[in-house]
């Protein structure tokens, strides 16, 4: 099937149909969020919390950046005694407004349910910070110390327990804005995995559509613009390997105007997060094969008993010159050997991708590299 040529002036004019039509789905989304948000109210405040937790539910999957939903949503689930749903939800909200008192007192409640008295005197010694007259404040405060002392939890238990569980976002940090879920059918397609170019980088999208076999979804390796299309996050910090051969768009033009990324010391931080997933990717690869060598050393011991009372073989070469050769040739294909049958540059460029090289795709994903 051939692709549609468009001129610089009907790509343009496409893409800000995208846009228009993306935007419209979000107010429509809104819209019928808000009616769906009265009905939950509505259930809890009849002490329905099993209901209003359903209302809610529904109407985070239209509004996932509607920070006040999703307190109500953390409420909701502490009300059904889901105490980890509730920490889940108040994150979330905290994460895009990290000065919200209600968030944070949700959530000291719900960590203090599940008897993680020292986080939870973080998050209610910060509302304390932000309103000192907070109702419910006080009793919440006396309840954790209660706890903190019926326990009798020394520094380093204390420590070690806030290490073990996310504290963020600070206080005095700027919260995250969320992409809305304005998504059309298409563009929720995850296919087999791997990032479809059409869609993401043709004006005029991808034709198969529906019937498409690789994914129009975003990933943890790209943001969504204005458009729908799925932006390239190396791109973004400028460190993208691919250039034309990427699967993902680089068009700047139609992002959100308030991201991450117009933030120089926003951009820092994402720096380090992307580095810091290259280095566990690495560790994680090289433990793997680590294991994977152990393995095969242990059945080589084995075959060296068996050969060690062999006088030759067939082709009059010895045993023992047999095996320095396989040695050899082992240590030439050793990194493939250690990357399950990769090169270094084929590493690196799965990486790239969010791919590790035992990943049951990673071939395909290498191949589409190469040739798509």
Wanted: aromatic residues 8%.
């Amino acid at each position: 099937m051939s692709t549609i040529e468009l001129t610089p002036e009907e790509a343009r004019e496409r893409l800000v149909l995208k846009a228009k039509e993306r935007k419209e789905r979000i107010e429509a989304n809104h819209e019928k969020a808000s009616g769906i948000i009265q009905s939950g109210d509505e259930s809890f405040n009849k002490g329905n919390f099993t209901e209003a937790l359903e209302f809610y539910s529904q109407a985070v999957q239209l509004w996932n950046t509607n920070v006040h939903l999703l307190v109500k949503l953390a409420t909701a689930h502490a009300k059904c005694k889901q105490f980890k749903e509730a920490v889940t939800a108040a994150t979330r909200a905290l994460y895009m407004d990290p000065s919200n008192p209600d968030a944070r007192f949700q959530r000291g409640l719900a960590r203090l349910e599940l008897h993680k008295a020292g986080l939870a005197l973080i998050d209610l010694e910060t509302v304390l910070e932000i309103n000192p007259t907070y109702p419910g404040l006080t009793s919440a405060l006396e309840r954790v110390k209660k706890q903190l002392n019926s326990r009798k939890m020394k520094k380093k238990t204390r420590a070690k327990e806030i290490d073990e569980e996310l504290m963020g976002p600070l206080l005095e940090e700027d919260g995250i804005e969320e992409a809305d879920l304005s998504d059309s059918e298409e563009s929720k397609m995850v296919g087999n995995g791997i990032p479809c170019r059409h869609y993401n980088k043709k004006p005029a999208g991808c034709r198969e559509g529906l019937n498409c076999k690789w994914m129009h979804a975003p990933d943890e390796t790209s943001v969504r613009d204005t458009t729908g299309r799925n932006v390239c996050i190396y791109h973004l910090l400028d460190s993208c390997q691919f250039g034309e051969k990427c699967f993902y768009s680089h068009d700047k033009e139609w992002l959100p105007p308030n991201g991450w990324w117009t933030d120089p010391y926003k951009i820092a931080v994402m720096e380090e997060i992307v580095d810091m997933a290259r280095m566990k990717a690495r560790i994680q690869q090289h433990n793997f094969q680590r294991s994977k060598r152990e393995n095969r050393y242990s059945q080589r011991s084995r075959g060296r008993k068996n050969l060690h009372t062999a006088a030759s073989s067939s082709s009059g070469v010895p045993a023992w010159m047999m095996m320095s050769m396989d040695a050899y040739d082992n240590d030439l294909n050793d990194f493939r050997m250690q990357h399950c049958g990769f090169s270094q540059g084929d590493v690196e460029e799965l990486m790239c991708q969010g791919v590790k090289p035992w990943d049951d795709d990673a071939w395909d994903v290498l191949h589409a590299l190469s040739s798509y």
